[in-house]
């Protein structure tokens, strides 16, 4: 009498190694988004304190404290926003590996049937070249689950590896003791948070690899940019899959422009850095100003600018510096600059550079910050 046992045994075998997909309530997925949820929340409380830390401070000291503070931000919402990323990545994995162990249960139970509807016949030749015929074909399609599984998280791992590196951040050290006590608070918050993201981010790539390993039958730095950088070349820019536009910077920080014409507007701008300054000129390479800089940054956005730096306090008035977004404008008496993110902004001096966000020119009045594609 033939053992049908005997035969079903390899497949119930990659069935039980195979692993179900179901992920834990308060696994990491679940922890890669709390933990986001946490780095927004205190996002917010860090955009309102430098809102306040502004309206109490002024001077070249609020400046420095307030372009470190934005990169802390920027860095909060990098991080954020790739925890959530993290998560999507090994939810669709673990759907991938519940996929495969429902077909390969599908195969084993048709494995089953097809050896009980043969019957008596298993013990004649026949018969049996039939069964041992069948339980090769359903082995071959148990493979091809592993196989296809296996592919799908390779490509899942891959991007796990792609979003493991945790961005860069200032120390909460470096940060001006004049910062508001919520600032503070809020910041010392954060940092803690970015800590345990670093720590999942460890966890969850290591959980991907053990997944794979289970499918498998055998076990088979944000800072200010220098006036040396040629930004333009390599800035770009991605959909956010909100409202508004990524932009990856020179120096490698991610931030996120309000519109597709701001973005446009900010590599256009970041394009002319290191064009000589020339009063009243108006082309990037060969010469420029100051408002000559934004009006061609957004021209080439489709935004018509006026001529005179002053006259270029349009759009939304007098955004929060706590609010700033790539392309709003630093409008002063006499200047204006483009904020490009990251705590940072480009304006034509000589020559065109990036350098950090500030108030302060030359003791010129400071009209404020505004957002022309409001």
């Not at 048709?110 to 359903?138: E, K, N, R, W, Y």
């Not at 404008?329 to 065109?352: I, K, T, Y």
């Not at 966000?357 to 009045?365: A, F, K, S, V």
Request: net charge negative.
């Amino acid at each position: 009498m033939i053992d049908v046992n005997l035969l079903v045994k390899p497949l119930l075998d990659l069935l039980g190694s195979f692993g179900t997909g179901v992920l834990p309530t308060g696994g990491p997925a679940d922890a890669l988004t709390s933990t986001s949820a946490a780095l927004d929340q205190l996002h917010q409380l860090g955009r309102n304190s430098i809102n306040q830390m502004n309206t109490a401070w002024d001077g070249v000291a609020a400046d420095a404290a307030t372009a470190k503070a934005l990169r802390v931000q920027t860095s909060a919402a990098n991080i954020s926003d790739r925890g959530n990323e993290m998560a999507t990545v090994v939810e669709q994995a673990a759907t991938e590996v519940e996929t495969g162990q429902k077909d390969l249960d599908t195969i084993v139970q048709s494995f089953v049937s097809t050896a009980t509807a043969l019957g008596p016949t298993i013990t004649t030749p026949p018969g049996f070249m039939a069964l041992v015929g069948t339980a090769i074909d359903h082995l071959n399609q148990g493979l091809g689950v592993v196989g296809r599984v296996r592919n799908e998280l390779d490509t899942q791992t891959a991007s796990m590896t792609q979003l493991t590196p945790p961005p860069s951040s200032p120390s909460l050290a470096s940060l001006p003791s004049a910062l508001t006590s919520s600032a503070s608070s809020g910041i010392s918050g954060l940092m803690g948070v970015v800590g345990q993201a670093g720590s999942l981010v460890t966890s969850i790539a290591s959980s991907s690899v053990q997944n794979v390993s289970k499918v498998s039958p055998g076990n088979s730095n944000n800072s200010s940019s220098s006036n040396s950088q040629k930004p333009g070349s390599n800035t770009t820019a991605t959909p956010s899959g909100k409202d508004g536009v990524k932009i990856t910077l020179p120096d490698g920080s991610v931030v996120e422009a309000p519109n597709e014409k701001a973005a446009t507007a900010v590599q256009s701008a970041l394009s002319a850095v290191g064009t000589p300054y020339v009063w009243g000129g108006n082309s990037p390479g060969a010469g420029i100003d100051c408002s000559g800089l934004t009006k061609y940054a957004y021209g080439e956005a489709g935004v018509e600018l006026p001529r005179l730096a002053q006259e270029q306090h349009i759009g939304h008035p007098q955004v929060s510096p706590g609010d700033l977004m790539p392309g709003d404008l630093a409008v002063w008496d006499g200047h204006v600059a483009m904020v490009v993110g990251n705590g940072q902004l480009v304006e034509a001096g000589d020559p065109v550079s990036v350098s950090s966000i500030r108030t302060e020119n030359m003791g010129m009045e400071f009209y404020g910050f505004y957002r022309p594609t409001a």
